[in-house]
């Protein structure tokens, strides 16, 4: 049985239900929010290739896998963003069918950059209107971490 608040008239499992729909706005709205003020000048796929990318080369099958997209999309994707020397793609020694792509050092660059104008976007924003702008930051990113970690355990 779930309780129900009496002031809402809602059970715990409404609320919670609640409150995760506006947390998935929110997360949302600030993830579009700071990808602007970014100004990578790439799509948002070709950010998140390139996201996937930064701490390891990935056959795209991987890279397909990790970002959600289908493969023919990560394949131009790729295309686009080796033309721009941002990322690179190299046939397997082994086995000719696989194709590993990598990070340029333009690419983790230009990454960094993003991130950076990212974090001030960010911070100037907390610094308008949030008395402790270190507590508040820390505490989100714990919280997304809690909530990761407890996902992440129940699918594997």
Do not use: C, K, W
Not at 1 to 22: F, K, N, V, Y
Not at 49 to 55: I, Q, S, Y
Not at 108 to 127: Q, Y
């Amino acid at each position: 049985m779930h309780q129900s608040s009496p002031a809402s008239g809602l059970t715990d499992e409404q609320r919670i239900e609640s409150a995760a729909r506006g947390l998935l706005r929110g997360i949302g709205r600030l993830s579009q929010t700071l990808f602007r003020t970014g100004e990578f000048g790439l799509t948002r796929s070709q950010a998140a290739v390139l996201d996937a990318l930064e701490n390891r080369s990935l056959r795209v099958t991987a890279l397909a896998a990790y970002t959600g997209m289908s493969q023919p999309r990560v394949t131009v994707v790729l295309q686009s963003l080796e033309e721009r020397g941002l990322a690179s793609r190299e046939r397997g020694a082994a086995d000719r069918r696989v194709v590993e792509a990598a990070l340029t050092p333009a690419g983790r660059t230009l990454l960094e950059e993003g991130r950076r104008r990212m974090a001030a976007a960010l911070l100037r924003g907390l610094d308008a209107g949030v008395e402790d702008s270190e507590r508040a930051v820390v505490a989100a990113r714990d919280a997304l971490t809690t909530l990761l970690n407890a996902m992440e355990s129940e699918t594997s």
